[in-house]
Protein backbone atom coordinates (compact mmCIF):
# COMPACT_ATOMS: atom_id res chain seq x y z
CA UNK A 1 0.00 0.00 0.00
CA UNK A 2 1.26 3.38 -0.76
CA UNK A 3 2.02 6.17 1.57
CA UNK A 4 -0.32 8.12 -0.40
CA UNK A 5 -3.73 5.78 0.39
CA UNK A 6 -2.84 5.90 4.66
CA UNK A 7 -2.86 9.46 4.20
CA UNK A 8 -6.58 9.73 4.25
CA UNK A 9 -8.64 12.40 2.96
CA UNK A 10 -7.94 15.80 4.44
CA UNK A 11 -4.76 17.30 4.94
CA UNK A 12 -2.34 19.96 3.26
CA UNK A 13 0.18 20.06 -0.07
CA UNK A 14 3.21 22.07 1.20
CA UNK A 15 4.98 24.40 -1.54
CA UNK A 16 9.13 23.13 -0.71
CA UNK A 17 10.09 26.67 -2.21
CA UNK A 18 7.70 29.26 -0.80
CA UNK A 19 5.88 27.51 2.51
CA UNK A 20 2.23 28.32 1.20
CA UNK A 21 -0.47 25.60 2.46
CA UNK A 22 -3.39 24.57 0.38
CA UNK A 23 -6.08 22.01 1.00
CA UNK A 24 -5.54 18.62 -0.55
CA UNK A 25 -7.62 17.49 -2.97
CA UNK A 26 -9.12 14.20 -3.10
CA UNK A 27 -8.09 12.18 -5.66
CA UNK A 28 -4.94 14.12 -6.90
CA UNK A 29 -2.16 13.70 -5.46
CA UNK A 30 -0.27 16.83 -3.63
CA UNK A 31 2.71 16.24 -6.56
CA UNK A 32 0.43 16.68 -9.32
CA UNK A 33 -0.56 20.09 -8.41
CA UNK A 34 1.47 23.52 -8.75
CA UNK A 35 1.64 25.95 -6.11
CA UNK A 36 -0.64 29.38 -6.70
CA UNK A 37 2.27 31.86 -5.73
CA UNK A 38 5.15 30.33 -7.23
CA UNK A 39 4.64 27.52 -9.35
CA UNK A 40 6.63 24.61 -7.78
CA UNK A 41 5.22 20.94 -7.61
CA UNK A 42 3.96 20.38 -3.95
CA UNK A 43 4.19 18.16 -1.12
CA UNK A 44 1.66 16.34 0.85
CA UNK A 45 2.30 17.35 4.21
CA UNK A 46 2.95 14.49 6.83
CA UNK A 47 4.02 12.34 3.79
CA UNK A 48 7.89 10.80 3.56
CA UNK A 49 9.04 13.20 0.89
CA UNK A 50 8.18 16.23 3.08
CA UNK A 51 9.56 14.28 6.01
CA UNK A 52 12.87 14.43 4.08
CA UNK A 53 13.17 18.08 2.70
CA UNK A 54 12.08 19.45 6.47
CA UNK A 55 14.99 17.45 7.50
CA UNK A 56 17.42 18.52 4.46
CA UNK A 57 16.09 22.49 5.42
CA UNK A 58 16.67 22.27 9.05
Known amino acids: MSNESK???DGFCVCPKCGKKT????GIPCQEEKCPQCGVKLLREGS???EL???KNK
Open 23 to 26: KHKR
Open 53 to 55: WKQ
Open 48 to 50: EHH
Open 7 to 9: MGK
